[in-house]
């Protein structure tokens, strides 16, 4: 339900108090918007060229297979994470997470009594652990832009649609008001004039 606007000149000075303040808000608002959706398209690219990456490495790796099957029972302590690391960075007022690094368990191994390829094969896993991580976190990213997107857009069109306009409405509806005010007042003195004066 719409509030109820008083038809005076305090309300009049609220009114164009509110509206002057709603037209600077909305700039900040749109390049918030515009900041949002730069960042978005910078983060969706990101995503798809780890994809890719991610991609290429388990197609090179898919030839090691069985030596990845034979070396799975050991290689499952060093693939263990400790730790993912990332940091927060501000995007227009939200905290987006950044990817750093992917800490993995480091137990002790005899290089004599594992195969040759162990390292290197190691290595690889690693490698792919890693990129999963980073996607996983550059979707959180896509995540939070997106909502922080759509909840300015929806503020944006709040501004747009329904407070300004209900703003300039009110105003319209007061000088209105007041005009008639002032010009029925005019009216009333010539009057009470043309009585005095006839008197």
């Not at 000088?175 to 010539?190: I, P």
């Amino acid at each position: 339900m719409a509030e109820r606007i008083k038809l005076n000149k305090v309300s009049l000075r609220e009114q164009k108090q509110k509206l002057a303040l709603y037209r600077r808000f909305l700039p900040a608002l749109e390049a918030r918007k515009q900041q949002f959706l730069l960042q978005l398209g910078v983060v969706r690219k990101d995503i798809q060229r780890r994809r890719e990456a991610l991609s290429a490495l388990l197609t090179a790796m898919a030839q090691w297979s069985a030596l990845v099957w034979d070396l799975e029972p050991l290689m499952r302590y060093f693939l263990a994470i400790e730790k993912v690391g990332f940091s927060l960075h501000n995007v227009a007022g939200l905290k987006i997470p950044h990817f750093e690094s992917v800490v993995f368990a480091d137990p002790d191994y005899s290089v004599f009594a594992t195969a040759y390829s162990f390292e290197t094969v190691l290595a690889r896993m690693r490698e792919a652990i890693e990129l999963r991580e980073e996607i996983r976190i550059l979707e959180e990213q896509e995540r939070i832009l997106s909502d922080g997107f759509r909840k300015t857009s929806q503020r944006i069109n709040l501004y747009e649609q329904r407070l300004i306009p209900d703003c300039r409405e009110a105003l319209r509806k007061i000088a209105v008001y007041l005009q008639d005010q002032q010009a029925a007042a005019v009216g009333v003195a010539k009057a009470a004039k043309r009585l005095s004066a006839g008197e």
